[in-house]
Each structure stands twice: as C-alpha cells, then as structure tokens.
C-alpha cells in the first residue's frame, strides 16, 4: 500500500537558540491536499519550514519520530528536487537587471543568475509556465521594473519549473499592497490546476482562499486547531490564536476579521 502522507512527525521538539520552538508536534500531511498554516509571528511556523527543508532537525527521543516522503533520512538532493520553498529573502538574491523570463529559467540549475546556452527543452519549459500562469506578458521584464506583487508570482513560477511535488509559500502576502495582494492570491489559486500540492504558511486569513482543504493553527509551537476551514475557522479560535477580540465572518468564499474592541 502507498503511504499517502508526505510529512508525518510524531511528538518532536526542535530547539532554536536553546529556546524550544516547535512542542510535541504530532502531524502528518498528505500528497493529496493543499495546507494553510497560520499563526502569530513566534508560533513556529517558520521552524516547521526549517523542519521540512532540514534546516533544523528535532531532538532525538524514543518516542518521537520523522519521516519526509517516508523516509527518516532523507538526501538532501532528493529533498530540494522535491520541495520548493518561496519566501521573502530570496528577493535580496535576485539580479534585479535580471529578465523574467531568465530568472524562472534559473530554477532549472537552482541558481539566481543569467543561464547562458539555454537548450531549446529549457526554453520550452519556461514558456509553458508562463503559459500555464498567465504571466507571459512579463517575459521580458525586469526583475527591478515589476510591481511587488508580479516580483512574488515570478519567483513561484521558478520555484514551479522544477516540478516539486510541495510547493511551500512563506507569508506570500506579506507587505504587500492591496492590489498586489489580491493579484497574488488570484494567482495562487489557479496554482490549483497545476500538479503541485501547497504548504502555505500565513498569519493573515485573507489568504486562506477555497483552494485550501486543510488549515492548521500554530500558536506557540503546538497545534491549536486542525481541520477543514468551516470547522476551524471561526471567532473563537482566532481569538485564542492571536490573543485579540473580534468577530470572523465569511463572504463569498473570502474570510474577514472585524475588530469588536480594545
């Protein structure tokens, strides 16, 4: 029988600075489901993308276990083929004279720079995905000249190009302007179409659109609440999460936070 769950962890603790980070996390997540993670700044959300991506490793204990993609010891080459990770300090890296086009067409060599005697397979990729998102307008742009929301979409087409089975979105929202924002949450969600199955990490609800079949809650390095959106998604537990008051309210399959009171 195939195991379906691509990330299975069972009672770890993962240490940062000495400071315990991630709390007897119990979760696994399967190849068949788009996750949205969120929490306040502090609740580990970051340190389970360095879990994943074996930037940290959990304490070794007889009852706690790891397995990414069924393996306890996974090759870190296999790992990077296989997760491709999206988050804000990759815009530092980038050439900013550097073209659209060129720039997705570096996450072939998993690189951040000009790739010279493209092969005409690569260049058939590079359109393709393009094609498939609906950015080829921006082929020839400069990475410098675009808008913060179209600089976000690029670099989830070159982090795509490669044909990971997770595509991890950390805070991809995050800074943004409204129309920035909501151009980037569109996008995401015709990710759907794609093969690609998504691990977004967020502290803004805004983001959790109907592409998500699971959304997971973090506060503190523990699991707060897990499940579809209509059952974890409601006034209460927003309230216990980020430690405010407000109402949470849905409409038309977007979710909203009014603020009752100080």
């Known amino acids: 029988m195939i195991n379906k769950f691509w990330f299975e962890a069972k009672n770890i603790n993962c240490f940062k600075n000495d400071f315990r980070v991630i709390k007897d996390l119990s979760l696994k ?5 788009n996750v949205i993670l969120i929490g306040p700044n502090g609740s580990g959300k970051s340190s389970l993308i360095e879990v994943i991506n074996r ?4 304490v070794i204990a007889n009852e706690s ?13 296999e790992l990077r083929k296989r997760v491709s990770t999206v ?3 990759i815009k530092n890296r980038i050439n900013p004279n550097l073209q659209v086009f060129d720039l997705i067409l570096s996450g072939l060599y998993g690189r951040y720079c000009y790739i010279k005697n493209k092969s005409k397979t690569d260049i058939y990729k590079v359109e393709k995905m393009m094609k498939n998102m609906n950015i080829s307008k921006l ?12 600089k976000q979409i690029s670099l989830i087409a070159r982090a795509l190009i490669k044909k990971p089975d997770i595509l ?38 805004s983001m959790i659109t109907k592409i998500y079949d699971r959304v ?8 707060l609440a897990d499940g579809n959106q209509d059952r974890v998604i409601n006034s209460e537990n927003i309230n216990k999460l980020y430690g405010t008051n407000v109402v949470v309210t849905k409409n038309n399959d977007f979710w909203n936070i009014k603020r009752l009171s100080k």
């Open 65 to 77: 276990k790891l397995k990414i993609f069924e393996k306890e010891l996974i090759n870190l080459w």
């Open 139 to 150: 082929s020839k742009k400069y990475f410098t000249y675009l808008s913060d929301g179209e």
């Open 29 to 33: 997540l399967k190849y068949s489901e």
């Open 168 to 205: 991890i979105l950390d805070e991809p929202i995050a800074n943004l302007d409204y129309n920035s924002k909501f151009f980037v949450v569109d996008k995401i969600d015709e990710l759907s179409k794609l093969n690609t199955n998504i691990l977004c990490v967020t502290h803004d609800i």
């Open 216 to 223: 997971i809650m973090l506060k503190d390095g523990k699991i």
């Open 87 to 89: 988050n804000n300090d």
């Open 55 to 58: 930037n940290i490793y959990p």
